[in-house]
């Protein structure tokens, strides 16, 4: 899910800046600029935030995975162990 996630986002984000490009190379002028920069700048924020989002994901299951991992070896160690000796 996550790598999907970035996936979206940089697409959205590229979609994006392909058509700000394109809506800019007829007039280049501030006029055009300011007007397309409402719809523009969150469109690339969300991407942006789609894209860390899925990084977050990945890195949670990644951390999840070497936890299950520490897991189980804490739990061979605790096999192993002596049992204490009693007096």
Avoid: C, Y
């Amino acid at each position: 899910m996550g790598k999907f996630l970035e996936f979206l986002g940089g697409a959205i984000v590229l979609g994006t800046l392909a058509l700000v490009a394109m809506t800019l190379v007829p007039s280049l002028d501030m006029k055009t600029l300011v007007t397309i920069l409402p719809w523009a700048f969150p469109a690339v924020a969300g991407g942006l935030i789609l894209v860390a989002f899925g990084s977050m994901l990945d890195h949670l299951a990644a951390i999840r995975s070497a936890s299950e991992k520490q897991a189980e070896i804490f739990q061979q160690l605790l096999e192993r162990r002596n049992p204490p000796k009693k007096d």
